[in-house]
T-cell receptor
Framework: DAGVIQSPRHEVTEMGQEVTLRCKPISGHNSLFWYRQTMMRGLELLIY????????DSGMPEDRFSAKMPNASFSTLKIQPSEPRDSAVYFC??????????????FGNGTRLTVT | KQEVTQIPAALSVPEGENLVLNCSFTDSAIYNLQWFRQDPGKGLTSLLLIQSSQREQTSGRLNASLDKSSGRSTLYIAASQPGDSATYLC??????????FGAGTILRVKS
Protein backbone atom coordinates (compact mmCIF):
# COMPACT_ATOMS: atom_id res chain seq x y z
CA ASP A 1 0.00 0.00 0.00
CA ALA A 2 1.29 3.48 -0.86
CA GLY A 3 0.13 4.95 2.43
CA VAL A 4 -1.63 8.28 2.84
CA ILE A 5 -0.72 10.55 -0.07
CA GLN A 6 -0.75 14.32 0.22
CA SER A 7 -0.15 16.97 -2.40
CA PRO A 8 1.53 19.29 -2.87
CA ARG A 9 4.51 18.68 -0.55
CA HIS A 10 5.27 22.38 -0.44
CA GLU A 11 3.11 25.40 -1.21
CA VAL A 12 4.22 29.00 -1.19
CA THR A 13 1.56 31.60 -1.84
CA GLU A 14 0.80 35.25 -1.27
CA MET A 15 -1.62 36.52 1.30
CA GLY A 16 -5.16 36.61 -0.03
CA GLN A 17 -4.74 33.74 -2.45
CA GLU A 18 -6.77 30.54 -2.32
CA VAL A 19 -4.92 27.40 -1.26
CA THR A 20 -6.13 23.83 -1.80
CA LEU A 21 -4.47 20.88 -0.11
CA ARG A 22 -5.23 17.36 -1.25
CA CYS A 23 -5.25 13.97 0.42
CA LYS A 24 -5.73 10.39 -0.71
CA PRO A 25 -6.29 8.08 2.29
CA ILE A 26 -5.26 4.45 2.46
CA SER A 27 -7.66 2.32 0.47
CA GLY A 28 -10.31 0.79 2.70
CA HIS A 29 -9.86 3.27 5.53
CA ASN A 30 -13.13 4.87 6.55
CA SER A 31 -11.97 7.78 8.73
CA LEU A 32 -9.93 10.76 7.60
CA PHE A 33 -8.39 13.52 9.68
CA TRP A 34 -6.83 16.89 8.89
CA TYR A 35 -4.22 18.17 11.36
CA ARG A 36 -2.13 21.32 11.47
CA GLN A 37 1.32 21.41 13.10
CA THR A 38 3.16 24.52 14.24
CA MET A 39 6.00 25.10 16.66
CA MET A 40 3.77 27.17 18.93
CA ARG A 41 0.71 24.93 19.15
CA GLY A 42 1.96 21.48 18.15
CA LEU A 43 -0.50 19.17 16.40
CA GLU A 44 -4.07 20.44 16.23
CA LEU A 45 -7.02 18.49 14.86
CA LEU A 46 -8.90 20.62 12.36
CA ILE A 47 -11.64 18.26 11.19
CA TYR A 48 -12.35 14.58 10.74
CA UNK A 49 -14.66 12.51 8.55
CA UNK A 50 -16.25 9.10 9.05
CA UNK A 51 -17.46 7.41 5.87
CA UNK A 52 -17.04 10.71 3.99
CA UNK A 53 -19.25 12.62 6.45
CA UNK A 54 -17.75 15.47 8.53
CA UNK A 55 -18.12 14.51 12.18
CA UNK A 56 -16.26 17.19 14.12
CA ASP A 57 -15.07 20.46 12.61
CA SER A 58 -14.68 22.31 15.90
CA GLY A 59 -10.96 22.67 15.26
CA MET A 60 -11.37 24.59 12.02
CA PRO A 61 -10.02 28.00 13.00
CA GLU A 62 -12.20 30.28 10.89
CA ASP A 63 -14.69 30.38 8.07
CA ARG A 64 -11.77 30.83 5.73
CA PHE A 65 -11.09 27.12 6.18
CA SER A 66 -13.25 24.46 4.57
CA ALA A 67 -12.84 20.72 3.97
CA LYS A 68 -14.61 18.28 1.72
CA MET A 69 -14.57 14.56 1.15
CA PRO A 70 -16.53 13.87 -2.03
CA ASN A 71 -15.67 10.15 -1.99
CA ALA A 72 -13.80 7.58 0.04
CA SER A 73 -10.53 8.12 -1.78
CA PHE A 74 -10.15 11.90 -1.82
CA SER A 75 -10.33 14.91 0.47
CA THR A 76 -9.44 18.57 0.19
CA LEU A 77 -8.69 21.31 2.68
CA LYS A 78 -9.18 24.80 1.31
CA ILE A 79 -8.12 28.13 2.74
CA GLN A 80 -9.65 31.21 1.15
CA PRO A 81 -8.30 33.83 1.56
CA SER A 82 -4.98 32.69 3.02
CA GLU A 83 -3.10 34.71 5.65
CA PRO A 84 0.51 34.56 6.88
CA ARG A 85 -0.62 33.04 10.20
CA ASP A 86 -1.90 30.02 8.27
CA SER A 87 1.71 29.04 7.57
CA ALA A 88 2.19 25.55 9.02
CA VAL A 89 2.53 21.91 8.06
CA TYR A 90 -0.84 20.36 7.29
CA PHE A 91 -1.17 16.62 7.78
CA CYS A 92 -3.80 14.23 6.58
CA UNK A 93 -4.27 10.93 8.39
CA UNK A 94 -6.54 7.95 7.89
CA UNK A 95 -7.86 5.21 10.10
CA UNK A 96 -9.21 1.82 9.16
CA UNK A 97 -11.80 -0.22 10.99
CA UNK A 98 -10.00 -3.54 10.89
CA UNK A 99 -9.26 -3.49 14.60
CA UNK A 100 -12.24 -1.35 15.48
CA UNK A 101 -11.53 1.31 18.06
CA UNK A 102 -7.94 0.13 18.38
CA UNK A 103 -6.86 0.68 14.81
CA UNK A 104 -3.68 2.76 14.49
CA UNK A 105 -3.69 6.14 12.76
CA UNK A 106 -1.65 6.50 9.56
CA PHE A 107 -0.24 9.88 8.54
CA GLY A 108 0.80 11.36 5.22
CA ASN A 109 4.06 13.27 4.84
CA GLY A 110 2.29 16.61 5.09
CA THR A 111 2.07 19.80 3.06
CA ARG A 112 4.30 22.65 4.20
CA LEU A 113 2.37 25.86 3.55
CA THR A 114 4.06 29.24 3.54
CA VAL A 115 1.91 32.34 3.11
CA THR A 116 3.88 35.53 2.48
CA LYS B 1 -10.63 18.95 28.52
CA GLN B 2 -7.87 16.36 28.05
CA GLU B 3 -4.35 17.67 28.52
CA VAL B 4 -1.32 15.64 27.48
CA THR B 5 2.16 16.49 28.76
CA GLN B 6 5.43 14.98 27.62
CA ILE B 7 8.60 15.12 29.66
CA PRO B 8 11.37 15.82 28.91
CA ALA B 9 10.91 18.22 26.00
CA ALA B 10 14.34 17.25 24.68
CA LEU B 11 16.85 14.53 25.50
CA SER B 12 20.38 13.86 24.33
CA VAL B 13 22.05 10.54 25.17
CA PRO B 14 25.10 8.57 24.04
CA GLU B 15 24.61 5.56 21.83
CA GLY B 16 23.82 2.35 23.66
CA GLU B 17 22.04 3.94 26.58
CA ASN B 18 18.59 2.81 27.71
CA LEU B 19 16.10 5.65 28.03
CA VAL B 20 12.56 6.45 29.11
CA LEU B 21 10.19 9.00 27.66
CA ASN B 22 7.20 10.09 29.71
CA CYS B 23 3.63 11.01 28.82
CA SER B 24 0.99 12.11 31.33
CA PHE B 25 -2.68 12.85 30.80
CA THR B 26 -5.48 14.33 32.85
CA ASP B 27 -8.55 12.28 31.84
CA SER B 28 -8.36 8.49 32.04
CA ALA B 29 -11.50 7.97 29.92
CA ILE B 30 -9.60 6.85 26.84
CA TYR B 31 -9.84 4.05 24.30
CA ASN B 32 -6.12 3.71 23.78
CA LEU B 33 -2.77 5.45 23.78
CA GLN B 34 -0.47 5.54 20.78
CA TRP B 35 3.22 6.40 20.52
CA PHE B 36 4.45 7.97 17.29
CA ARG B 37 7.80 8.86 15.84
CA GLN B 38 8.31 11.90 13.62
CA ASP B 39 11.44 12.46 11.55
CA PRO B 40 12.24 15.97 10.26
CA GLY B 41 10.13 16.89 7.25
CA LYS B 42 8.10 13.72 7.55
CA GLY B 43 4.75 12.60 8.83
CA LEU B 44 4.16 10.59 11.96
CA THR B 45 4.82 6.86 12.09
CA SER B 46 2.91 4.74 14.57
CA LEU B 47 5.23 2.77 16.89
CA LEU B 48 3.00 1.15 19.47
CA LEU B 49 -0.66 1.22 20.44
CA ILE B 50 -1.80 0.23 23.93
CA GLN B 51 -5.45 -0.49 24.45
CA SER B 52 -7.06 0.92 27.59
CA SER B 53 -7.37 -2.59 29.03
CA GLN B 54 -3.68 -3.36 28.48
CA ARG B 55 -0.66 -2.52 30.63
CA GLU B 56 2.10 -2.67 28.03
CA GLN B 57 3.11 -3.39 24.46
CA THR B 58 6.49 -4.37 23.06
CA SER B 59 8.02 -4.10 19.62
CA GLY B 60 11.69 -4.90 19.24
CA ARG B 61 13.71 -2.53 21.41
CA LEU B 62 10.62 -0.51 22.29
CA ASN B 63 8.33 -1.10 25.25
CA ALA B 64 5.38 1.11 26.10
CA SER B 65 3.44 0.97 29.36
CA LEU B 66 0.12 2.43 30.39
CA ASP B 67 -1.17 3.20 33.89
CA LYS B 68 -4.60 4.73 33.53
CA SER B 69 -5.13 5.19 37.25
CA SER B 70 -2.15 7.52 37.51
CA GLY B 71 -2.61 9.01 34.04
CA ARG B 72 0.82 7.98 32.80
CA SER B 73 2.52 6.18 29.97
CA THR B 74 6.20 5.54 29.35
CA LEU B 75 8.11 4.61 26.22
CA TYR B 76 11.26 2.64 27.00
CA ILE B 77 13.95 2.43 24.32
CA ALA B 78 16.66 -0.16 24.93
CA ALA B 79 20.20 0.10 23.59
CA SER B 80 19.56 3.38 21.78
CA GLN B 81 21.05 3.97 18.32
CA PRO B 82 21.69 7.15 16.30
CA GLY B 83 18.86 6.08 14.00
CA ASP B 84 16.46 6.47 16.94
CA SER B 85 16.98 10.24 16.82
CA ALA B 86 13.57 11.80 16.12
CA THR B 87 10.64 13.44 17.86
CA TYR B 88 8.45 11.06 19.83
CA LEU B 89 4.79 11.92 20.42
CA CYS B 90 2.12 10.25 22.48
CA UNK B 91 -1.54 10.55 21.59
CA UNK B 92 -4.67 9.53 23.41
CA UNK B 93 -7.74 8.33 21.56
CA UNK B 94 -10.85 9.63 23.23
CA UNK B 95 -14.45 8.68 22.74
CA UNK B 96 -15.67 9.96 19.38
CA UNK B 97 -12.51 9.04 17.49
CA UNK B 98 -10.45 12.11 18.39
CA UNK B 99 -6.74 11.85 19.13
CA UNK B 100 -5.17 14.36 21.50
CA PHE B 101 -1.43 14.77 21.07
CA GLY B 102 1.34 15.77 23.43
CA ALA B 103 3.95 18.29 22.31
CA GLY B 104 6.58 15.61 21.86
CA THR B 105 10.08 14.78 23.10
CA ILE B 106 12.99 15.53 20.78
CA LEU B 107 15.51 12.71 21.11
CA ARG B 108 19.09 12.84 19.93
CA VAL B 109 21.29 9.77 20.20
CA LYS B 110 24.95 10.62 19.78
CA SER B 111 27.35 8.17 18.15
Amino acid sequence: DAGVIQSPRHEVTEMGQEVTLRCKPISGHNSLFWYRQTMMRGLELLIYFNNNVPIDDSGMPEDRFSAKMPNASFSTLKIQPSEPRDSAVYFCASLGARWGLNSPLHFGNGTRLTVT
Amino acid sequence: KQEVTQIPAALSVPEGENLVLNCSFTDSAIYNLQWFRQDPGKGLTSLLLIQSSQREQTSGRLNASLDKSSGRSTLYIAASQPGDSATYLCALREYGNKLVFGAGTILRVKS
